[in-house]
């Protein structure tokens, strides 16, 4: 059953009711898990261990509106380790780090970061001018174990209930931090 049909079914439905009593539920469900088990069959282990991790991740804080409530204090500079969840193609997801550029009401903005080599070498920068523009350096930060690099086109609000703990701390006046927000309002126009 794909999307469209299933969309179908819902929108005939009377949508009252616990969904285990629908006729169509053994059907849904059973397709549902083939799906997911022919995917998860075809990864390997160090693909699989980031979607399950974040799976878990998922049940345990779905119903939390912040970090707070798990014990988590951020701040605006923060750099955290955050479950981002699924991601599509070329978005950051699963279990990577992010810097909060602003808080309001439990939500953070966050531009992902991540350690990849290779996508520290395609940044823009001073260094390399004809390099990406929606990639960043930022280097080595303290608490940080390798050079980092900002997906500055991946920025986006995020329950702060996602934040798993806090690794680092960039001053939110300093010359780096501003020019990060520079950068990212370059990448909204």
């Known amino acids: 059953m794909g999307v469209k049909e299933l969309l179908e079914l819902i929108n005939q439905d009377v949508k009252v009711g616990m ?101 520290f070498h395609q940044a823009y920068g001073k260094k390399n001018p004809k390099g990406k523009k929606h990639l960043m350096r930022l280097g080595k930060i303290k608490g940080m174990n390798k050079q980092s690099v900002l997906f500055l086109n991946d920025a986006k609000w995020i329950n702060t209930a996602r934040i798993i703990d806090v690794k680092s701390h960039l001053d939110r006046n300093s010359t780096l931090f501003l020019e990060i927000k520079e950068r990212v309002k370059d990448c909204l126009d």
Request: aromatic content about 14%; overall charge negative.
């Open 19 to 119: 969904i285990s009593h629908k006729c169509y539920w053994n059907q849904l469900w059973s397709q549902y898990i083939s799906e997911h088990e022919e995917e998860f069959k075809g990864l390997e282990v160090k693909d699989a261990l980031p979607k399950l991790i974040s799976d878990v991740n998922f049940r345990e804080r779905k119903n939390y509106a912040s970090c707070q409530e798990l014990g988590v204090d951020i701040r605006v500079g923060d750099i955290c380790y955050i479950d981002f969840g699924e991601a599509y193609i070329c978005e950051i997801g699963f279990q990577h780090f992010g810097l909060i550029l602003t808080l309001f009401h439990n939500k953070a903005f966050v531009v992902p970061m991540s350690g990849n080599y290779v996508a």
